[in-house]
């Protein structure tokens, strides 16, 4: 990996907290060692935000939030900057895309064909939909009302480590085009893709103090940001009991939350399903960026006069995964993100096999890449849905496959979860994908296909994955304020 180590000690050399438009230290002067993961070796320095960090920017973020130079500026001049934001994304698109690869450990070709230009595409489409949003008027015999959608003010965008520069620009662009101010917590383990999006800020002429960003432990920035008093607006992902801490946090001051959390989402596949199609498109589903994803079709349910064909042509397909360097071009998977993260993965695998599942393949870390945090594609069969395995986010490449005999089972099997996220169904027949559908229980689900995504639509959980939608107009309900004004004619 000698090519891939001089690429990372040239992308960054300090991470350092981005308030009003500046990069400063910490407050305390501290920093924490961002790693690897394909090398588990230091790669950058990250300024160690505190409580008082995440004070400063909150309130650098309420002035100027305050001042009007960005909440009351004309909505085509916000679109404007932001839309020049998108355009410096995709100038830099090598650039972000490495940094990505070398801090998450994801293959190369997904951070630059999908998560950098998908970022782009986040503020390009919110930019211009905020010129278009339309103000609701009601007329009566004798009074009219009409509503505005105000910002709500200062926004706290708390970011995950499997998806951190595509999830933070999905959010915080939604949020900056409502004419909102943003302080962004991006997840300690992969924090620098993040902290780049203050240049670009810069550069496109986003006033000081609208976009901020916040290194530094959830358990006291993360904290502040949920519980500041200035803060009206939160939106979290991430796991679903820091999510409930979130809530609590925010409930103190009455702060509107917007959680996704996590998922075990059902990947359903009935004997009508054309199986080419299934069988690539479900290992999709869970091996695409090393199964770290909350939407993974983790738990695939095949019809059991199609399980044996379904299960040789899986687990064929799924031993040509090339697991290897995330800066090389041909890797199909790289890292996971961190030696506590593979050691937990595994466990579940252990798990899994002491409750009965069957190992198809995988099970163990990489030969040959054990300084990274390398680990087989995974392929746990004869999976029962009461199992741990198929019950508990490994957030892995270890999927479980569960058999089932008629479209009333699949669905029963489906709704057993805490989860509700996603889904995927795999059929012909089109009355059953409707009946299916409508009644397994989770926020999106997908129909022969998997992880596409209409920026219109909205996106959320049910259940333990979460409260609340964004996306399109349901972005900006969440953003804003709405205000009834009524007047005697």
């Known amino acids: 990996m000698a090519k891939e180590l001089v690429a990372e000690n040239t992308i960054i050399q300090d991470a350092k907290l981005f308030i009003n438009g500046e990069y400063r230290e910490a407050l ?56 020049r934001m998108a ?43 905020a010129k278009y949003m339309v103000h609701e008027h009601y007329d009566m015999s004798h009074h009219m009302s009409y509503v505005q959608y105000a910002p709500a003010g ?44 203050g240049e670009i800020a810069n550069e496109a002429g986003l006033p000081p103090g609208v976009l901020n960003i916040i290194t530094g432990p959830g358990s006291s920035v993360g904290t502040v940001m949920a519980s500041h008093p200035s803060v009206r607006r939160i939106s979290f992902v991430g796991e679903s009991n820091t999510g409930k801490t979130v809530m609590r946090n925010a409930a103190e001051n009455l ?75 041909s890797s199909d998977m790289g890292a996971l993100v961190s030696k506590g993260h593979l050691q937990t993965v595994d466990e579940y695998v252990q798990i899994g096999l002491a409750e009965g599942a069957k190992l198809a393949h995988g099970g163990k870390r990489v030969a040959g890449l054990t300084e990274g945090n390398f680990y087989e594609p995974t392929v746990l ?19 479980v496959i569960i058999p089932f005999k008629t479209e009333e089972e699949a669905i029963q099997i489906a709704n057993d979860s805490i989860y509700g996220l996603a889904g995927v169904v795999w059929t012909n027949d089109l009355r059953r994908a409707h009946r299916v559908t409508s009644q397994v229980h989770s926020g999106l689900l997908w129909v022969n296909c998997w992880y596409v995504r209409d920026l219109r639509t909205p996106f959320g959980g049910a259940k333990a994955s979460g409260i609340g939608r964004e996306g399109g107009r349901h972005s900006f309900d969440f953003y804003t304020e709405a205000k009834t004004i009524t007047m005697k004619k």
């Open 28 to 83: 305390s002067g501290e920093t924490f060692d961002s790693l690897n993961p394909a090398t588990n070796r230091k790669h950058a320095s990250v300024a160690n935000g505190g409580v008082e960090d995440a004070k400063l920017a909150i309130d650098v973020a309420q002035r100027t939030f305050a001042s009007g130079v960005w909440s009351k500026m004309p909505v085509e001049e916000r679109s404007k900057i932001l839309c």
């Open 87 to 129: 355009d410096l994304i995709m100038e830099n698109v090598d650039r972000l895309a490495l940094v990505e690869t070398l801090d998450v450990g994801k293959p190369i070709k997904e951070s630059r064909g999908f998560d950098i230009p998908r970022a782009a595409q986040n503020f390009r489409f919110f930019a211009e939909m």
């Open 154 to 197: 200062v926004t706290s965008l708390i970011i995950p480590w499997n998806l951190p520069f595509m999830q933070m620009t999905w959010k915080a662009s939604a949020a900056l085009a409502a004419g909102n101010t943003v302080v962004v917590k991006p997840a300690s383990y992969t924090p620098l893709s993040a902290v780049l999006l």
């Open 255 to 329: 702060i509107p939350v917007s959680l996704e959390l996590g998922g075990k989402s059902a990947n359903i596949v009935f004997e009508d399903a054309d199986l080419e199609e299934a069988v690539a498109g479900s290992i999709e589903a869970i091996f695409r960026n090393q199964g770290e994803i909350c939407l993974a079709g983790s738990r695939i349910l095949v019809q059991e006069k199609v399980y044996d064909q379904f299960l040789d042509k899986y687990v064929a397909a799924v031993k040509n995964i090339k697991v290897g360097d995330p800066t090389d071009e």
């Open 381 to 399: 069969y004869d999976v029962n849905n009461k199992m741990r395995v198929a019950q508990e986010e490994i957030f892995g490449p270890v999927p």
